[in-house]
């Protein structure tokens, strides 16, 4: 089960109605936080997300929007009773970044460990974090600057086949192992959790994105996603010039990433300030994607295994 | 002519229907900023106070809920057309702050000057910062860190008595120079506004000062002050310790200074967390000080001269 909040939904600049995008994830008691523009802490707070059990901020990049809200999030989230530490995950220059902000954030009270990424990097093919049950992965965007998308995802154990258990003459006592993932060895012989399991099942995959240009990365990383979020900045074809002049996407464009990754839902988010009301143009996407939904802050699901 | 406006009046965190303190300033199309915090800019669009004529922006300490919102607020403040320098004023420190808070607002479009004061040294006797019409000068507060407090004075010229001018001669067409405040010549003869003015007239001043134990230097700097605002972080006697222990005021401490300076009219501010309704507690002030008014987001008062 992975409960999912977008707290925001501004691109850009926090309006006194819209917090800057932001999206908090969480699992098991434990939570992701993606993006921390100003004010983030606020909309957590509105949004009823706690702060407390927040494992992983990931940032991707380091536009003021993305990011300024980290020294107020951090403070609040010791005041809150945060002991244990935090990871904090971006591009290239996050250490330079966590440096300059964090002058103003002294007695933070846990520590606050940096894993930065190169986009164009080989570490990134590999490399995830963990946050409880949640495994996040980041992957290359196309911004004006160094800019990352992430995954949040939860992995579903295949289904325990009693019928192959006792077919293969292991006694039930080490079934409650098989079934957790550890293997066993009985009378010498040992059996992998595979052997006494059906197929592969799909877990529960979320992909975030935002100040991107629509490459291909996205759509790939997305194969499959339970909820695609993704900027809709212009939400007029009118405004492709200005999407590609400043690394953003329009509705359709965002719509068409959801449709290629075959994806089950689409958000939409990071609302120029000049679009007062974003849901007048739904059509814009829903007719390349129809299961689009116009972000709203606060707006939250609950995503479990199909 | 002053308009103030107390945009926010939270202290130490930002609450979902509470902004993080700070006041605005404006006279003459040119405005002074006092304190910064995560949201400030945000705060300042619901006030409809207008960012582009900020001229100076003064902090006084570093502590997260003060100067956090300085990066985005820069931002803003170029995205609203801002090309003049900016000056910003803070204790020791100010430069190394400016440096890291900085890294992530690349591209501000204009030059921010930092005009460093050390809370313990002698320049800020006589340092000051001119604004439009308005002057800000700075004084020692008392916190747990170094800490300033300022205060906005705009002066008032003596009346110009055109008996005085006639009876020395003058000839009328000087007199627009004289009243305006310079000197002028007449046939060899020079004369100085000050000798066809009457006596010295009160001008307008606004004291600002948060975080802070209740110091001499307050009550000082706030002496005949048409406005004072002053942090009531506590509004209960019975929190002294803890206003002691974090180097804040209780309302009572506050009102104290109000009555000592003689001032016309007290704010107060920068409310803890822990308190829902500030205003229950006018009383704890009122005794002290009447004319306190317990601050709001958005609180606003023209000054006049008097």
């Known amino acids: ?53 927040i494992d992983a901020i990931c940032l991707t990049h380091f536009h003021a929007d993305h990011c300024a809200g980290l020294p107020g999030l951090l403070l609040s989230m010791g005041n809150a009773g945060r002991e244990d530490p935090v990871t904090i995950v971006g591009p290239t220059g996050l250490r330079q970044v966590l440096a300059g902000l964090l002058v103003i954030a002294g007695g933070v009270g846990f520590d606050v460990a940096a894993c930065e990424i190169d986009p164009d990097g080989s570490e990134i093919k590999d490399g995830y974090v963990k946050a409880g049950p949640m495994t996040i992965r980041a992957f290359r965007a196309e911004h004006v600057v160094p800019c990352l998308g992430y995954t949040i995802s939860i992995e579903r154990r295949p289904e325990f086949l009693p019928e192959k258990a006792e077919a293969l003459g292991i006694p039930r006592e080490y079934w409650k192992v098989l079934q957790s993932g550890k293997p066993v060895t009985v009378n010498g012989t040992s059996f992998v959790p595979g052997a006494v399991t059906g197929p592969q099942r799909p877990g529960i995959k979320v992909l975030y994105s935002t100040d991107t240009r629509p490459v291909k990365s996205i759509a790939e990383h997305g194969k499959g996603a ?65 299961n689009t939904v116009i972000g709203k802050d606060g707006l939250k699901k609950t995503l479990v295994f199909r």
């Open 1 to 53: 089960m992975l409960d999912i909040c977008l707290a925001g939904t501004a691109g850009m600049v926090p309006l006194p109605d819209r917090w800057l995008t932001t999206l908090y994830a969480a699992s098991e008691g434990s939570s992701v936080l993606i993006d921390c523009g100003e004010g983030t802490q606020i909309a957590l707070a509105e949004a009823k997300c706690r702060l407390k059990t």
């Open 226 to 290: 339970d909820l695609m979020i993704l900027e809709g900045n212009y939400p007029d074809e009118e405004k492709i010039d200005k999407a590609k002049e400043w690394g953003h996407m329009t509705y359709k464009e965002a719509a068409s990433l959801a449709a290629q990754a075959g994806a089950r839902e689409l958000w939409l988010t990071h609302f120029s300030q000049s679009v007062s009301d974003p849901s007048e143009y739904l059509e814009n996407a829903a007719s390349v994607f129809p």
